[in-house]
């Protein structure tokens, strides 16, 4: 029984610890951030840390911002993209790739799909992380995991240092994707290989300016 | 814990065994020596990586000090979202509770994320044998469920195989199991990731169940984190319409700002990242994202034992990065297999007598499956004292007695008996050295003919030293 178990665990744990000291406060004298508060050098370093790890940057600014995503799509040869709730209209205005609602598709639907063009809720310059919490134009997890080519829009100011700089940031009752570059292994030879089930292509569009 | 590995020898006799497979041995070498340099340098791009290891330490201290309130606390939190929570004392139990929610859905397959803890319960097992199917889905997890064989390391149960004996496995095995391997499927590591990702996917996009451990479990909100570098991960936790998460009680941390130390120090400590490529957290469940059914299994499993052992509790901070295994001299040579047990290496030598306790002969000789050199303390991320912990253990087996432990305790007593009577001495050191011709190159009997084994013996000189020195002492020649 499930319930009596809860007790008796819960009874073996008091116990276990019936006798032992108070544990130490816990100290933070890590560090915040790693980098200097230079925006212009945590941008380059997200750049850096995102292609070390094989995702594809591109830099544009607002108005470049439709061609860049309709030539990622054209070049990867999408023909379809499924498009999330809430993504800006503008920028797929470009994109000759049939866009495809995210009407609730099976996984196999997803599976027929070539792309996926979505936002973020923030990226982590140190370790060249970006994070999705299924907000606006983000959609819900499936649509950034069964298509082969993810396409994510990080703009400037979403960009943040460093972990510890992410998380008061995070709401962690959204369920979080956190992505550094396309999926990986290291589990022939601790090699690392990249490209197994999630998208093997991952292209981050990193913006300047304002929206 | 349960029996997964019964009929194990013991750590010495497996790993002599082991250390005679030079294909394993130069596996193992190859494997370890690259993530040892690679960690290394990682570790080094962090200024304050001390003071990381010291507030996860903390951390975790805290937490196991007050277990009961931070799970009562996560309970809360998990129901609170939709999630509903299970106790398992024990591997039997915990294999029930899993069963029952597979067989209310109906279903008779589920799909699974690399988790030591169903490894540990042996839940592959249990549920074969009420007729359901776990797919492995982790490549190195598939490596292992496909050849038939056992983990051998934390991170990557398939170490011990290279990409040639991997390219073998699965042209042979993947038909049986669904999608066969790909017409003239090489051993180059993209062409075999590709044959997983082809042979995995059809069970991914059919899948209704998933089942998964955790890496880490927040207190304060309810929200669990999975850690992976595949995507295997995202699509077992994603997809499906249930989902099972096995957890073991110490996995929990009481806030959501924790996190921070954890998810910089262990991609670091495990694959050597800056950060490893997929991570997943979520509370309970979200409308249409997602399992519509979350159920958290809370499992004891010999773990409050541990926690009873003031010295042996500080293996409950460990975060399964691996990183004292890559670095232990003892693991590069003998291998995982040779633990008897899924956690392995220098953790598996502390962790799993205090799971399953020090009755038979394999836990029994785990204590010393180490050389005491202090790499994987230095290495540990939160900071275990993996020697102490295991010289405490030697300890306790020690104390239980047993032949070898008799035999030496009347050696002891003995010479004790000749050191107090110089003339006996005298007359047993000259007898010695006049029959050094004959001295065998192995001791005999029990306990000293082992030890004997791996150790040159003594060469005895031709004189006694206290008779030399009546001989030639200074003052008796002046």
Not at chain 2, 205 to 221: P, Q
Not at chain 2, 313 to 324: E, K
Not at chain 2, 361 to 387: F, H, K, Q, R, W
Not at chain 2, 426 to 437: D, F, K, L, P, Y
Request: contains cysteine; glycine residues 8%; aromatic residues 4%.
């Amino acid at each position: 029984m499930s319930q009596n178990s809860r007790e008796r665990i819960l009874a073996r744990i008091r116990s276990a610890v019936a006798d032992a000291p108070e544990a130490p406060e816990v100290t933070r004298a890590y560090l915040t951030r790693h980098t200097p508060d230079d925006p212009e050098a945590v941008l380059d370093l997200l750049h850096e840390n995102l292609a070390d790890y094989r995702a594809r940057v591109h830099r544009t600014d607002e108005a470049g911002l439709a061609a860049l995503i309709a030539r990622r799509l054209e070049e990867r040869g999408a023909r379809t993209c499924v498009v999330p709730d809430g993504l800006p209209a503008e920028w797929l205005a470009d994109a000759t790739a049939e866009a495809v609602p995210d009407g609730r598709l099976t996984p196999a639907a997803l599976d027929a799909v070539d792309a996926v063009v979505t936002g973020c809720a923030l990226a982590v310059a140190e370790t060249g992380t970006i994070v999705l919490d299924g907000g606006p134009g983000q959609g819900r997890r499936a649509l950034t995991l069964v298509p082969d080519l993810h396409v994510c829009v990080v703009r400037e100011e979403q960009v943040v240092a460093s972990v510890p700089e992410a998380m008061p940031l995070l709401d962690p009752r959204r369920p979080l994707t956190w992505i550094s570059g396309p999926s990986a292994t290291s589990d022939i030879e601790l090699d690392r290989v990249e490209g197994v089930h999630g998208p093997r292509t991952l292209e981050v569009v990193l913006v300047r300016g304002r929206a | 814990m349960s029996g997964v590995f019964m009929g194990m020898p013991a750590f010495p006799e497996a790993a002599r065994e082991a250390v005679r497979d030079e294909r394993l041995r130069a596996n193992l070498r190859h494997a370890t020596h690259t993530i040892r340099d690679k960690r290394a340098r990682a570790v080094a791009e962090l200024d304050d990586w001390a003071e990381l290891r010291e507030a996860g330490k903390r951390i975790k201290d805290r937490t196991l000090r007050h277990l009961d309130t931070y799970l009562l606390r996560l309970e809360e939190a998990v129901t609170a979202a939709g999630g509903t929570v299970h106790w398992a004392a024990d591997a039997a139990e915990a294999n029930r509770i899993v069963t029952d929610l597979v067989k209310a859905t109906g279903e008779s397959e589920v799909v699974k994320v690399k988790s030591m803890a169903t490894q540990e319960i042996g839940l592959n097992e249990a549920l074969e044998a009420e007729g359901i199917r776990a797919y492995e889905t982790d490549l190195a997890e598939l490596i292992v469920q496909l050849g038939e064989d056992r983990p051998s390391h934390i991170l990557v149960p398939a170490i011990h195989r290279n990409r040639g004996e991997i390219r073998d496995i699965f042209r042979e095995t993947m038909g049986g199991w669904g999608r066969p391997a790909p017409e003239g499927l090489s051993d180059s590591p993209a062409e075999l990731a590709e044959a997983a990702r082809l042979h995995l996917r059809e069970k991914f996009l059919r899948a209704k169940v998933g089942i998964s451990g955790a890496n880490f479990m927040v207190a304060e909100t309810g929200t669990l984190v999975v850690v992976e570098s595949e995507g295997n991960g995202r699509m077992c936790l994603t997809l499906p319409e249930t989902l099972i998460s096995v957890v073991g009680i110490e996995k929990v941390v009481p806030t959501w700002r924790d996190l921070e130390v954890f998810l910089q120090t262990l991609p670091r400590s495990s694959t050597a990242e800056r950060m490893n490529p997929y991570t997943s957290t979520w509370t309970g469940t979200t409308d249409d994202d997602g399992p519509s059914a979350f159920h958290l299994v809370l499992l004891d499993n010999g773990r409050t034992d541990a926690l009873a052992d003031e010295v042996g509790r500080q293996a409950l901070r460990c975060i399964r990065c691996s990183a004292c295994l890559n670095v232990c001299p003892v693991y590069e040579r003998a291998g995982g297999h040779a633990y008897g047990s899924v956690y392995p290496g220098p953790i598996g030598a502390i962790l799993t007598p205090q799971l399953r306790g020090t009755a038979s002969e394999v836990d029994a000789s785990l204590p010393y499956a180490s050389s005491l050199c202090g790499a994987c303390y230095e290495v540990c991320p939160v900071a275990i004292d993996i020697p102490e912990v295991l010289v405490h253990l030697r300890g306790r087996v020690a104390d239980r007695g047993g032949p070898g432990h008799r035999l030496e305790k009347a050696a002891v007593r003995a010479a004790t008996w000749v050191l107090d009577h110089p003339g006996v001495l005298a007359a047993g050191e000259r007898v010695a050295s006049r029959t050094r011709g004959l001295h065998p190159k192995r001791l005999p009997g029990p306990g000293a003919r082992q030890w004997s084994e791996s150790r040159d013996l003594p060469e005895l000189p031709a004189e006694p030293f206290r008779d030399w020195w009546k001989k030639n002492r200074p003052g008796d020649r002046a």
